[in-house]
């Protein structure tokens, strides 16, 4: 919880530590949930619901119960059911959200009730985890449900009942109250304190660090001390410029912002009222967004010949998340709107619904009333309080609203409009047309009511309807989405909006009044719909069994510990971060950061004892604090310094009061890759350009029938692991510095602080026993975090923590590198490439990092499973005045092979063939008949890369082929086609796409293990050089024949197992395993001769204690009991003999290999994608833990649905991240989902040169999810293909709502009504189909339509001619 009415930090609910995750302090991720049980004021009931701790003041926690996830179970007594069932079902690999995961589906199923499988699913709404692609979670919970899937109903089966007995023998007491006994024991208990009592409580009064918070019972209160009439509490608004109101206090998850006073709303009587009534509905100032849509639901209810309350209902349900609705108060939100331009979506929900509002100023007894249409900035005084809220009954009226945001939940709209009709006979009697965020403020289209009223629903009304709409359009540019390249942002998109809800508003409408019947899965927007499974196939094979990962108990339960949760008392420190892109830093004033109470120090380059740089393979790892003062260039979220203090609040202000003079700023400023290319800016002079060179060009585009060029551009991508940098330095004796940090290379980190802090490697200690969830830039951008904690420790010799938040981690930490490429490809008539040149650009931000490797990987993921007869790649690396971009998530692989599909698609396009015709004939393809049934390995003699190596144990064909008959891909394409030619408003595409990835083992290799056997009772721990984020495994027990539970696996340590390389390239676990499993190999020996001695004497195997003790026993001749192991296999050019000769030829080891499918659906009226379904068909050699293995799939292929279609860095020309935290950064939540995931495991395949015959996984599947994007586009060429406009087309990435509609050319005409006439123009082509469906278009319309002309030119080439655009007027009902 947040003790004070401000910010919360991870650190200041760090002692005592719950586990309340704090991750994004926004309440956009939900790591950090609780449940609580409270008093309902206003319906007179308790309820128990879930918030996010990170907005919710402790203060404000008064008179409540709060239940964290250590109350519900814990793995020293028992689990509660729902820990028990995400554990099983593999529902958390870095664990980082499970607290809030556990906590959401506790609350919702202590809050009564038994709830349907859709409201499990929707109650994810809140909760973001970036590992395991949700759907066991979700299947975990929706095993709770009413009517479970059968395959929840066996996980339910499978965790079996409570275990009494396990609870008896571990606690008596427990036993009697343990919450864990399941769902059925999970009702709430309600306690009997009258009302007046619990009113009694909420009276509070709280005064820290120069905040008052005052929490009144009544507006006119007379017993409270504080507060003796409620007229001067509205007075201290008029004396106290930041004196606040507050209900929820969830504003400031928008944005922040420092109050003096703070009065809470929740608990004042005469705000909590609720009155239901013929005439409609009244809603007191302290009533939350929830109040209103439960209330709303009952009238519905009661009032069944109404439509319009549920459907304001489930308008009001678009706001944020359910966490947030039950918290968040109607005034804040219509407040926060007028005053902040927010973009609501309750208040043009209510603007339709003719909703008015009463408020109080410096009288509580004078309260006025006011119309929401009249509710503009100052319509109201600066102190009124709002009071009430009044929702008329409109007999007849038929409601709608909506609304489209970068992602289906917890998503700021682009802009909502809701709109409400009454019809009289066949005509329009009344209508609302609110229109939410285009402009500042929300408003109504008078003209466009003005055409509605009178007329029929019909076409030309239609029309009229939308040109008088954007007449009263007030409309204000969005510049979060406005970029340097593309400074328009999303703003046409938007634009073109109002046309599409209107549009589909009249379609409903038609069919609510039974005008016209419109095919139901057109109607409304995309349903979201629980997650499913399928039959997830694999093979066990003995000891590597499905089981639930080794902490999986732990993380359920959060007794785990991350770097947070160190219990060491620490200084906190914020840093300063530059804000621009260069100039040179001239003056640092911390003098008012050192005034304030509680501030420390300010630690600058100054205070660094050894290098200011942390030298790294070829450049650097900035830890730049900024060298020398007056000489040092800045660049974008650059660390200028550190503000030190006793709280991390402190801090915060402190580094906010700290002066920065920066001369001229961002001048020559290098942001985009187009600047860097014409300014020639390469990493270091000898810049990064790696070279795939195989056969000759030139003769191959001689060979060729067509030879076209073309570009693509693809974007970044944060890594946003939910726990953020974060790092803690304790200093210790001789100058020595343990850091406790989160990281993928904890003795990379040492190294370099070593350097920093000027001391000999060995006096630094690196440690961690987790990352909640890590990605890649925990490999090297940790260190600078480190750095700083480090230094500050170092010069104040005492501890200090530095944690980043995400707006702070998005601003100084770079991501995935976008590239820009540049194609030229020769290809015959049949779709054969002869020849391709290659030549790419990366933004590789300010340092090298890992560019170098990178560049190396994206330019080996191009060729993939296709034959290149000649082929040429040259990568080059760019610098820019950005933080320095480095590893994420597949690490160049998705660059690659986007360049690769958006090739074969081309040619696609361009020779109008099915795409997978084109892959399928340019695959490495065996006998596919033959290999069918062959026993494995299945190698093709001709499956060579490029560069000569060749792509051993190659079954890519045999995979796309048996993944296209299991997933029926022929038929379903034929399905999607009928499907689209009998919808003109929804559309489906089907994809499939195959893979090779190339594993190189020298990002781990050589990271080594330590197993000890405890001679008492044969217990074992494990220490390995590897970072535990997610991965989970352990292969001792196979190795030793030892019970799991005997086995710990240790944090990971510097001291305990030096000398250990990077945990990433997915071959982490294999090397360590491997390493771990040599070290158990030497144990074995040493107890072999006690094993043959026991089973001589006793004729029977003996069990593990036994055989330990035995061989610990040996008096004066002591076993060693203890082990060390390494891996590194030879395979690649990087291992080399001890005179530095390669003993490998290529930069890879080997190859894995798997196809994917998937089906999507397209709103084309928004431009919105729901994926329906994918299956997956996966070689990763004999799985070792086929549970985990198929979570680390599903985890990084949705990822890749991230990457491909919702995640959007976006710089502005300081450099400055546009995107920063998640208000405004979006990975998938659980509708960007498949509904249905099948998975399957290659069976019988062990990999003959795999470590226990098993290949990596954790990254390859991300690729596997263009065939989301593929689908995607197909489901865009339909809506082309009807609209006579070319069907090929190239797609940016990523493929947002907005890139789609564009594709889509819907939103390409003049002005909006003529999309609507284009579009209805291809009803001419059937027009008797498009007046079945629905609407009759009388109207002629003017619109562009691009005419695509294929020719054949004389040297044989052909072309398309898109520049025959031709101006057709047209009527479309021949009228
Ligand atoms: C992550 C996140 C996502 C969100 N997404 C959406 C979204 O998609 N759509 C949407 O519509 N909203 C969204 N919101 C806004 C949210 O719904 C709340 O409306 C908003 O946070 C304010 O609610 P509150 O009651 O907590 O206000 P507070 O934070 O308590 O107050 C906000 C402002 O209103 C004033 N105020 C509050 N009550 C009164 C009163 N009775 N009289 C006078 N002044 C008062 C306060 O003084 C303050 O200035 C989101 C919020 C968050 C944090
Ligand atoms: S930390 Fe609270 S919602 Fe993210
Ligand atoms: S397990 Fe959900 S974020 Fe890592």
Redesign the pocket.
Known sequence: MNPIPDRCSSSSCATPRLKTQPSCL???CGACVVAIQEYDLANKRWVYRSV?SC?KPLVACHGLSVTTVEGVGSERRCLHQVQKRIAENHGMQCGFCTPGMVMNTYALLKSGGKPTAEESMKNYDGNICRCTGYRNLVQASESFCSDASPEAQQLAEKCGAHDADLCDKLSGRWVESCHARGPEHAKMDVPRQSDAWLMAIQDVSFFKEGFAWYAPMSLEDRRSTLINRWEEALEIKKSKPRA???????????RQAAYEVLRR?AGVTE?NVLEKTGTGLTFG??L??QHLVEALEQYQEVHTQLQWPKALADGLK????HH??S???????????I?RG??????PCLLAADAEIS?VTSNARDEKRLALMDLKPGAVPFN????KLHIPNVEGAFFKYYRV?QRKW????FAGAGFRLQMDGAKVKDARVALGYWAATPSRSSKAEGVLVGSQLDTATLQSAIRALHEDLEFAEERQFQTVDNPEGKDSYRRNLPDGYLFKFFQEAQNHFKIKSWPPEELGTLPVKPLKAGDLKFQEAPGLENKPQLSAMGLTTGSVRYTDDQQIPALFGYPVLSEVATGKLEHLDVSEALKIEGVVDVVTAADIPGKNCAGFVPGRVGVEIGETLGDWRVLTGQQLALVVADSYRTAKRGAGAVQVKIANANEDAIITLDQAIAAESYLDSAHFRNTVDKGDLEEGFKASDLVFEGTTYVIGQHAFPLEKQTALAVPEEKKGMTVWHSTQGHDFTRAKLAGVLGVPGSSVVCKQSRAGGAFGPKNSRQVPTAAMAAVAAHKLDKAVRVAYEATLEQLAVGGRHSFKTQYKVGVNKDGKIQACNVESWCNGGCTHDFTGFLNLEMGEAIPSVYWWPNMKINVHAMKTNLPSNTAVRSFGSPQGNFVCEAIIEDVAGRLGKPVEEIREINMFLGDLETVFFVDFPCTRENAVTPWGQPMEYYNADMLWKKLKQDASFVEREKQCEAFNAQHRWRKRGISAVPLAYGHCYAYAAGTGALVNIHGDDGSVTVHHGGCEIGQGTSVAEVSLGCPLDLIRVADTNTEVVPNARFTGGSITTEVVCEAARQACKQLLETLRPHREFLVKRDSKEPSWPELVAAANAVLGHQEKLSATGIFSPAGNKYTTDVEGNALGTYHGDYFTYGAGTSEVELDVLTGEIRPLRSDILYDVGQSINPGIEIGQLEGAFVYGIGYYLYEEPLRDARGVERSQG??AYKPPMAPEVPIEFKVELLRDNPFPKGVLGSKAIGEPPFMLAYSVLGAAKKAIASVRKENGLPEHFQMPMPCTVDAIQKACLLGSAPVASGWVEAKARSGAVDDARWRALGLELRLGGVFLVGRRERSCKADGQMSWDTSQQSQVTQDVTGA
């Open positions: 926004q309440g956009g996010n907005l606040m109101y507050i209900l929820g206090d969830t504003a400031k998850g928008i709303l705000l100032g302290a939350t967004i678009n706001v944020a998340q947030i609705r918290e968040a108060g109607w005034a804040g939100n219509l407040l926060i709107t005053q927010f973009p609501s979506d309750l208040f408020f009124a309080l709002l009071t945001g917890l998503s700021h709209c998640v208000w």
